[in-house]
């Protein structure tokens, strides 16, 4: 974990060793973020944010279920005004602990389409990442690979590489083919994927990717933005790495593509409630919505601003509208069906 842009002595020492303080130690014009994005890109907001508002972006990073533990520890005297983080099953854990406190806002009810957003307003998608199929252009037939389901084909054995079932991106691709098929059924498929590992799951969505290029695998499942920073890198061979590997944008004939969050909810005992909700309001603006969109290549929540030229040239696909809460609700039940399939 480390903090950056931390405004007075005693904001430092709050937030660097994790002090509890009453709230009334905090001004009116910050605002404390407790985030798991990583993205150096993500500078721009927070300045961004400072100028419009004059409200100061104070923040502590590191991974969300470490941050989520410690706004639980911290109680009532938690510095934290909003948890920021990726996918929408870690929003689910950190509501699940009863963290976050419902927001009404109109604007963000009229930016953020219904399925991107808690059904009770807890938290907010703001921008997004479609999971898709990656395969080896030069030694790999895919002219009947379409669909998820597709993957547990068996003409497909000895072909497929994927992340671990622990991860949560993968558990929330999961969660929803439970939703859509039961569990039952995911189950069998999960069962079918596995029978056509070409080895067994390991290293991050840029490592599946790779493998594909190299011939390690035929067949790969990973999340755009990692695919769109190759093509855009400075190193030539990132770009080469990407030539060498399609695009398959699933289940464009029947529900479409998985897709899942970065998202935001406001902590329960926020001491900056107003600040934390025009925070919420600010990535949904046109220029914060820009600004991610072209700084970590994901979708923006928010229709007509996308300017990115690599991640545009994939395409406009048909995404998944289903709520994007079920990715949590569904947690547990997607990792007993992953180990019982031996999905490891």
């Known amino acids: 974990m480390h903090i950056v842009n931390l405004r007075r002595a005693a904001a ?131 002219a009947d690979l379409k669909d998820y389901e597709d993957l547990a084909d068996p003409k497909y054995e000895g072909l497929v590489c994927i992340r671990s079932s622990s991860n949560i991106y993968n558990l929330s691709l999961m ?22 590992f070409a080895r067994d799951p390991k290293g991050g969505d840029t490592d599946q990717i790779k493998a594909v290029a190299s011939g390690e695998c035929g067949i790969a499942v990973g999340n755009t933005y990692y695919y769109v920073r190759l093509m855009r890198s400075d190193d030539p061979d990132d770009r080469a790495i990407a030539e060498k590997v399609g695009v398959i944008w699933p ?7 998985h897709a899942n969050i970065s998202g935001a909810g406001v902590v329960k005992t926020a001491p900056n409630r107003e600040a934390a909700v025009k925070f919420l309001e600010y990535l949904a603006s046109d220029t914060a919505q820009g600004y991610l969109a072209n700084g970590n290549n994901e979708y923006p929540v928010v229709a007509g601003v996308l300017e ?12 998944d509208e289903i709520n994007v809460s079920v990715y949590g609700k569904n947690q547990s039940e997607a990792q007993m069906v992953f180990d019982r399939a031996g999905w490891k």
């Open 308 to 319: 990115n030229p690599e991640l545009e040239s994939l395409g406009d696909p048909k995404v």
């Open 175 to 196: 969660s929803s083919m439970i939703e859509h098929h039961g569990a039952e059924e995911a189950e069998k498929w999960a069962e079918g994927v596995v029978a056509n």
């Open 12 to 142: 430092v020492a709050v937030f660097g060793i994790g002090l509890g303080v009453a709230h009334g130690a905090y001004a009116a014009d910050e605002v404390n973020l407790y985030s798991s994005r990583h993205y150096q890109t993500d500078e721009r907001l927070y300045s961004d944010f400072e100028a419009r508002t004059g409200i100061k972006v104070n923040r502590i990073e590191g991974k969300a279920d470490a941050l989520i533990e410690r706004i639980k520890n911290e109680g009532a005297s938690s510095p934290a005004d909003l948890l920021i983080t990726v996918d929408a099953g870690r929003l689910w854990r950190a509501e699940e602990a009863g963290l976050f406190q419902p927001v009404e806002s109109a604007e963000l009810d009229a930016r953020v389409p219904e399925y991107l957003r808690h059904p009770d307003g807890l938290w907010y998608g703001f921008s997004t990442r479609a999971r898709v199929i990656y395969y080896n252009k030069e030694n790999v037939d895919v």
């Open 251 to 257: 289940n464009q004939d029947d529900r479409g593509v």
